[in-house]
């Protein structure tokens, strides 16, 4: 459940933040930000879903999730192929994530 919850975190904060880019960047409509705020809600909604008592290590373990959805989104949205060192990067913060979320706890 935990890596759909972050999966899902991580399509909805990229999807909200690229309407207020779209916005801001693109010279897209205000109403964009309407979808972007909700998408924003469902990112934070979803984040609640991740079994662990502590939200910062939810927090902490999602941020390197967060970094390779970004190169995906770079790479599937915006059509720009990542590399090496986006590749390598997103791969030391998945990294980062499955220590946390593996290692062991005293408490």
Do not use: H
Not at 66 to 90: F, K, Q, T
Not at 91 to 107: F, S
Request: charge should be neutral; hydrophobic fraction near 60%.
């Amino acid at each position: 459940m935990n890596m759909v919850a972050y999966v899902v975190a991580a399509a909805a904060e990229i999807g909200g933040c690229f309407a207020f880019w779209a916005w801001l960047r693109l010279g897209k409509s205000v109403w964009w930000l309407v979808p972007g705020m909700l998408s924003l809600a469902v990112f934070a909604y979803a984040l609640t879903f991740v079994d662990s008592a502590a939200s910062g290590r939810t927090y902490a373990a999602y941020g390197g999730v967060y970094v390779a959805a970004a190169v995906a989104w770079l790479w599937l949205s915006e059509g720009v192929p990542p590399n090496v060192y986006d590749i390598v990067g997103a791969g030391v913060c998945i990294l980062g994530t499955a220590i946390i979320l593996l290692g062991q706890r005293a408490v």
